[in-house]
T-cell receptor, first 112, second 114 residues
Framework: KQEVTQIPAALSVPEGENLVLNCSFTDSAIYNLQWFRQDPGKGLTSLLLIQSSQREQTSGRLNASLDKSSGRSTLYIAASQPGDSATYLC???????????FGEGTQLTVNP | GAGVSQTPSNKVTEKGKYVELRCDPI?????LYWYRQSLGQGPEFLIYFQGTGAADDSGLPNDRFFAVRPEGSVSTLKIQRTERGDSAVYLC????????????FGQGTRLTVV
């Protein structure tokens, strides 16, 4: 059974810092990995999608990498801003079907 | 609409009652998913539709939960004899097709069973 772990569970940084969020998964037979952002009381906003054949994807200040063989992904946020404060979730689409399996998220607080 | 729409946004019901939660996916998306999210947890898979048929319903917790998508567009998640443990946010997502395409989520329905 696929398990997804995100470390750290919570992170607090001053504005302007670069930071890395980590995601690991136990079964490397995945179709893709997706990073989401969730604001309190809201749904999920898709940030980046990395296909299993890709190593990284970039969107603005966000860069996500994927090392499928070691079961790891990182989300790098450059020059963090208070508006980046949210919970960040990673999810893998499993090779045997089409469900997404989520980690429990990293709650990020960027202090002005 | 432009995104995935879920109604109602909030639902409070008494224990033992029946509830229906609605999801209107992005137009043209053939894949539709239901997830349940408890406070402080990641979303947990419930059921996946490809078109009108349930391709994977292995996440439904028990036979009180049922979902339909009769015309391959709007889906309804139905919960019978609700229990307090059913309280959670129910999220719906759609994607252009299954497999490797990106999933887009709605804002969720917060269900509270009292």
């Amino acid at each position: 059974k696929q398990e997804v772990t995100q470390i750290p569970a919570a992170l607090s940084v001053p504005e302007g810092e670069n930071l890395v969020l980590n995601c690991s998964f136990t079964d490397s037979a995945i179709y893709n990995l997706q990073w989401f952002r969730q604001d309190p009381g809201k749904g999920l906003t898709s940030l980046l999608l990395i296909q299993s054949s890709q190593r990284e994807q970039t969107s603005g200040r966000l860069n996500a990498s994927l090392d499928k063989s070691s079961g790891r992904s990182t989300l790098y946020i450059a020059a963090s801003q208070p508006g980046d404060s949210a919970t960040y979730l990673c999810a893998v689409k499993e090779g045997s079907g089409s469900r997404l399996t989520f980690g429990e998220g990293t709650q990020l607080t960027v202090n002005p | 609409g432009a995104g995935v729409s879920q109604t109602p946004s909030n639902k409070v019901t008494e224990k033992g009652k029946y509830v229906e939660l609605r999801c209107d996916p992005i137009s043209g998306h053939t894949a539709l998913y239901w997830y349940r999210q408890s406070l402080g947890q990641g979303p947990e898979f419930l059921i996946y539709f490809q078109g009108t048929g349930a391709a994977d319903d292995s996440g439904l917790p028990n036979d009180r939960f049922f979902a339909v998508r009769p015309e391959g567009s709007v889906s309804t998640l139905k919960i019978q004899r609700t229990e307090r443990g059913d309280s959670a946010v129910y999220l719906c997502a759609s994607s252009l097709q299954g497999g490797s395409t990106e999933a887009f989520f709605g804002q969720g329905t917060r269900l509270t069973v009292v």
